[in-house]
């Protein structure tokens, strides 16, 4: 089988399992809204839990197509994993086990092993024999899916201040923001010492996560427990203990054949003699992707700190803009009250976008000063949330940008 028909399986399987996901999670709450007419039919989670999907798949397709890092493929395979143990932690029901996403999960996760195995191995040995592969690869993944989650918290901050769900999210909300923060100081270092003390500091963060979420609801937290297994694979990586692994199993990992490469038509076709040059077919593969990956169209200044702050820009205006395709006109008044802070959000984060495309360090300087202006626009102590994530929007710019001038 060649390397494309394992990868597009796999993005099948994928894509069905979050669309049935999905599609549960809408059933459930259409029997709810039946039976108390309280439970919104779309909920943030059910949401953000397609978006994840669309952020693996993605993953996946860029790694079959223009041959990118295919650590990505471990985050795919611990997200699954992650589902799975869901299954089997608190609240425990006897019949998950019989719920289509549970052998969907199954499904995948055999699929990817099988996948890493027979087309990637060599691959990913190589990968693990460089100290700094994760941090183009899998670290990304983690920072996309902590982007997304950490969108929609500054939303529930504007709330009763005397609640227990107000307490519990403003602490959940600065836990995410140390998540978020450790991996990009992370990904950015180059002192070893600095990050082994972060990648530890990472896996405490994720227990401090999942013991503060069933503290609260009594239940394991989904995120805290993925960001959990992402951190000792990556403190494994710093460590080098899959270095190791990778030295030690090199030498039992069988050469691929040509039936997983993927060879050009008109190469295959060609009247030239002899044999061709599986690994010249594909260095010419890789150069091509990132001549195209540098080409002015594409986006040329990747930042950890700059895709932070695009991602949670994005999703949060996403989040305030979806309710008005729902009918509810109170976000039409919500809109309106917040009309300069939302005008000044979206021009940031356009022009955050345009920076990131072109390279600009004026533009990244006027988006950050944006999104801090957009403050002004609503002191009511109601867009307190709102207010604090321009603020954190507008340090992740700043800090891109001074990165950016050093040349890191």
Not at 84 to 91: A, K, S
Not at 236 to 260: G, I, M, T, Y
Request: charged fraction near 10%; charge should be neutral; include cysteine.
């Amino acid at each position: 089988m060649s390397r494309k028909k394992w990868y597009g399986i796999l993005l099948i399987l994928e894509a069905i399992l979050y669309l049935v996901s999905y599609g549960s999670s809408i059933v459930v709450n259409y029997s709810s809204q039946n039976l108390n007419g309280n439970t919104p039919l779309f909920t943030v989670s059910s949401i953000f839990s397609i978006w994840n999907g669309m952020i693996i798949c993605w993953v996946i397709w860029r790694i079959m197509n223009q041959r990118l890092n295919v650590e990505g493929l471990i985050a795919a395979l611990l997200l699954s994993i992650t589902q799975l143990l869901m299954f089997f932690l608190p609240p425990f029901s006897p019949t998950n086990l019989m719920n289509i996403s549970f052998v969907l999960n199954i499904i995948c996760l055999i699929w990817i092993c099988l996948l890493i195995k027979n087309v990637e191995m060599r691959e990913l040995l190589n990968n693990w024999k460089s100290k700094d592969a994760w941090k183009s690869s899998i670290a990304y993944l983690v920072l996309f899916v902590a982007s997304t989650n950490i969108s929609p918290l500054f939303i529930l901050i504007g709330m009763d201040r005397t609640s227990d769900i107000y307490a519990f999210t403003l602490r959940y909300s600065v836990m995410e923001l140390m998540f978020l923060l450790l991996i990009n100081v992370m990904i950015t270092s180059t002192s070893e010492k600095l990050q082994k003390v972060f990648s530890l500091l990472l896996i405490l963060s994720s227990f401090v996560v999942i013991g503060a979420v069933y503290s609260f609801i009594s239940r394991i937290s989904f995120y805290g427990l993925f960001y959990l297994l992402l951190s000792i694979y990556i403190a494994c990586r710093v460590f080098s203990l899959l270095e190791k692994v990778a030295v030690s199993w090199e030498s039992k990992v069988k050469v691929q054949d040509l039936s997983s490469i993927d060879t050009k038509p008109e190469m295959a076709d060609s009247q030239v003699e002899g044999d061709i040059d599986v690994n010249d077919q594909l260095n010419a593969d890789i150069q091509s992707n990132n001549d195209k990956e540098n080409s002015p169209k594409r986006i040329i200044l990747h930042s950890s700190w700059l895709w932070s702050a695009l991602i949670i820009a994005v999703c949060h205006l996403g989040i305030m803009i979806f309710p008005l395709f729902l009918g509810n006109p109170m976000y039409l008044l919500i809109l309106y009250i917040g009309a300069i802070h939302y005008i000044c959000f979206m021009i940031a984060t356009f022009i955050l976008f345009i920076a990131m495309r072109n390279g600009n360090v004026g533009l990244l300087n006027t988006s950050a000063v944006l999104f801090i202006v957009s403050i002004i626009g609503t002191l009511d102590p109601y867009w307190t949330g709102p207010n604090i994530l321009s603020l954190v929007l507008g340090v992740l710019v700043f800090i891109g940008g001074i990165l950016f001038k050093n040349g890191d």
